[in-house]
């Protein structure tokens, strides 16, 4: 499988909804040592709140100096995630709550070369995916309600996280599991332990002083207290 994600590796993807938008192309310039570029997409009716769409991330991709990992909160997903993945996202992750066929959606994003992500609100439980979740590179699980940056991390949302990679270590699948949603130096490891290998961090990284070290303090923080 050409997983981009390893699930040896571990992953900081900082999130730009916490950027200033009308300097994009500086606020990018300052996570360029991060893995990729974690891009909210929000159409305003999966969640309250409104953001880019895929000629924005077309043109991030273009500025960007690492892969863009686009995080879809928009509904009817199976019509509109695929021009995502046109429009040249590294990653392309749909919510399971948005789409009718799920396993269709993946193969197709995938024949676009696009690696899959499904999300999870939290009140989803994790359970009816397992069966099947060697149709994704990676499980998203959100530890925060989609929508708004800066929310406190859901600390109920460890024992899913648990139970996922068990559940993927135990079928020996190759997928990653993401964490987004107040992810910071204070809930990192825990997130890490839990099993967790790919962590979106937005206001953690744009509201420090340097993004640049503080991406390095989260990769440490992950890195010593991986699952294992
Ligand atoms: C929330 C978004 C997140 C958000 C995370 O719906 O999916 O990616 O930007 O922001 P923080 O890290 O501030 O919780
Ligand atoms: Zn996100």
């Known amino acids: 499988m050409n997983a ?3 699930t040896d590796g571990q992953y900081i993807h900082p ?4 950027a200033d938008f009308l300097a994009l192309g500086a606020e990018l310039e300052k996570i360029s040592t991060a893995d990729s570029v974690h891009v909210d997409v929000m159409d305003n009716h999966f969640v309250p709140n409104l953001t880019f769409g895929a000629s924005m991330v077309e043109q991030i991709v273009r500025r960007s100096a690492i892969p863009v990992d686009a995080h879809l909160m928009i509904e009817d997903a199976d019509r509109e995630a695929p021009v995502f993945a046109e429009a040249g996202a590294s990653s392309v ?3 399971l709550e948005a789409t009718a066929a799920p396993i269709r959606l993946a193969r197709e994003l995938r024949r676009k070369n696009a690696q899959v992500g499904v999300a999870l609100r939290p009140a989803t439980p994790v359970e009816p995916l397992l069966d099947v979740i060697g149709e ?4 998203l699980i959100m530890t925060v309600e989609p ?3 800066g929310q406190s991390f859901l600390e109920t949302m460890l024992p899913k996280i648990r139970r996922a990679r068990r559940a993927i270590s135990a079928a020996n699948l190759e997928v990653s599991i993401q964490v987004d949603g107040g992810v910071s130096r204070e809930t990192i490891e825990r997130c890490a332990e839990a099993g967790a290998n790919v962590f979106v961090a937005g206001s953690a990284i744009y509201r420090a002083q340097n ?5 390095s303090a989260l990769r440490e923080l992950a890195s010593v207290h991986r699952a294992h």
């Open 211 to 215: 993004a640049a070290d503080e991406i």
């Open 136 to 139: 994704f590179d990676m499980l």
């Open 15 to 18: 999130s730009i909804l916490n």
């Open 93 to 95: 992750t749909f919510h």
């Open 4 to 6: 981009a994600y390893s």
């Open 147 to 149: 929508g708004f940056g």
